[in-house]
């Protein structure tokens, strides 16, 4: 299967600053990169969806002002969680998604545990 | 109605047995269905993806879809210990590229 990274894979940062994750795509151009959350025993809840080179289109009640996403190529989008508090502090997830065969696959980065002290 | 709804469990099975997983979704238009598997503080992976009516099989795991009925579903045989993960069901709807997920089922299985 295709290969997604993310960095870092876990991080630890203070109420108010600023955390960036980025996610690239190895072997492949993703067409498109989802960012999501997932909380403790919790499912996986999609926060927006990114095309390269366009603005990114977020799930309601995400706040676009707060987590911007950046998607400069076909196979690097970032997550900047701008301000962040303790409430913040989840498990970011990234995927991308590649047409092959008429049909669209998305494969999964490992994930970036946040924790806002 | 939710979307993708899928019994959250746990699901218990014996070690060697088969474990059947089961998804239903709502919207009638949907294409393509796919299954990941996540084990606990891990991300999810792809295990298989099936887009025709009918079985379609990969090793240990046969995907199984039925259109008319709106159903998708996962088996696993020789279940093993290394399978006790939540299982997430995915359907891609109106013909682009999102996945709307299930909140998964717990599967367990038990020496």
């Known amino acids: 299967g295709a290969v997604v990274s993310q960095h870092p894979s876990w991080v630890i940062c203070k109420s108010g600053t600023s955390v960036k994750i980025e996610c690239r795509s190895l072997d492949f151009q993703a067409t498109t990169m989802f960012w999501y959350r997932q909380f403790p025993k919790q499912s996986l809840m999609l926060m927006a969806t990114s095309n390269e080179g366009s603005k990114a289109t977020y799930e309601q009640g995400v706040e676009k002002d707060k987590f911007l996403i950046n998607h400069a190529s076909l196979t690097l989008s970032t997550l900047t969680v701008t301000s962040a508090h303790p409430e913040d502090s989840s498990f970011y997830i990234c995927?991308?998604?590649?047409?092959?065969?008429?049909?669209?696959?998305?494969?999964f980065g490992p994930g970036t545990r946040l924790t806002v002290t | 109605q939710k979307e993708v709804e899928q019994n959250s469990g746990p699901l218990s099975v014996p070690e060697g047995a088969i474990a059947s997983l089961n998804c239903t979704y709502s919207d009638r238009g949907s294409q393509s269905f796919f299954w990941y598997r996540q084990y606990s503080g891990k991300s999810p992976e792809l295990i298989m993806f099936?887009?025709?009516?009918g079985d379609k099989e990969d090793g240990r795991f046969t995907a199984q879809l039925n259109k008319a009925s709106q159903y998708v579903s996962l088996l696993i045989r020789d279940s093993q210990p290394s399978d006790s993960a939540t299982y997430l069901c995915a359907v891609n709807t109106g013909g682009g590229n999102k996945l709307t997920f299930g909140t998964g089922t717990q599967l367990k299985v038990e020496l």
């Open positions: 995927s991308a998604s590649y047409r092959l065969a008429g049909l669209y696959e998305q494969y």
């Open positions: 099936i887009y025709s009516n």
